[in-house]
């Protein structure tokens, strides 16, 4: 099986000198929602991108970054985190035995990211600020010292993470009429745009999908076109309150004809919920928001019966176990008799 940076190497910025590295990321699964469709008579899929080898769809650029970091021989990165880029920067330097320094917004990542960082072995600084402001002082650092900065700012971010739109037209052999997906920093959003139509230019596939990307209402400065100087919202990979590809993600929402709106972090949570527990797939709460939004354009009967559907799960759902214990208490332990658990099952 070839790697990510080789199957997709000829759309990729790659030389003969670039590292071919891999954790074997990619090649997610495309899962067809049979609940969901069944009701709707939509044609809708997830993309899991939660099956990378760090979790979440951060693989896919990092990979591309690092080995171009690499190839101009670098030593070390950082980047500014909501948590996972963090997590898979800290992933692909320990693979290349290069240095990672990370920036975190103190008290708001996800626990099984702060964990992923750690046990990698990055350098983890905890900032007494927001995402943004992590942003501003990795930029400021990577300009005075020599470490290459692997946010979404560094070009060859995106170039990795525009193979998921490449396997999606692999995979379903056209292309989906919406493609929904969260938006943060607006770098992935404007990584598939860039995808699909590079596919589209070279003949691969015949039509370009509507984008239809979905913040967090508490965290929306495209959808009210304000910097959020405090986002807030319980979807912290999320909480980006101005994001560095704002005028990318815009163009790539109108030239597509889609939309870029908000949910609130209850419907983010539904849409969570909904997708474990009618289809067994459970995604981190940022990555939710593309089907919340689906859930939404659906129920506003603005998706016509039979589109080609697909939204991307950004993040594995055991990211960020904590959001589902708080709001739902586990069960207290009880004896071990066997008429208890019977009468506790509901079975007498
Ligand atoms: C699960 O890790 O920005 O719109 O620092 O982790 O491309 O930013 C994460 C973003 C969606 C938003 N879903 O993507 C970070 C970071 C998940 C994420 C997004 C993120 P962008």
Known sequence: MKTLLERYKEYLPITDKTPIISLREGNTPLIPLVNFNKKTGL?????YEGANP?????????????AKALEDGSRAIICASTGNTSAAAAAYAARTNIKALVLIPEGKIALGKLSQAIIYGAKVIQIKGNF???????REISEKYPVTLVNSLNPYRLQGQKTAAFEIVDELGETPDYHFLPVGNAGNITAYWMGYTEYFENNICKKLPKMMGFQADGSAPIVYNKVFENPETIATAIRIGNPASWEKAVKARDKSKGVIESLTDEEILNAQKYLASTEGIFCEPASAASFGGLLKKYNEDLIEKDSLVVCTLTGNGLKDPNVIV????PPEAIDNNLEKILVEANFI
Do not use: E, H, P, W
């Open 43 to 47: 044609r809708a899929y997830v993309k």
């Open 54 to 66: 760090t979790g979440s769809f951060k693989d896919r650029g990092m990979v591309m970054a690092v």
């Open 132 to 138: 943004d402001q992590c942003l501003n002082r990795v």
């Open 326 to 329: 708080s709001r739902i208490n």
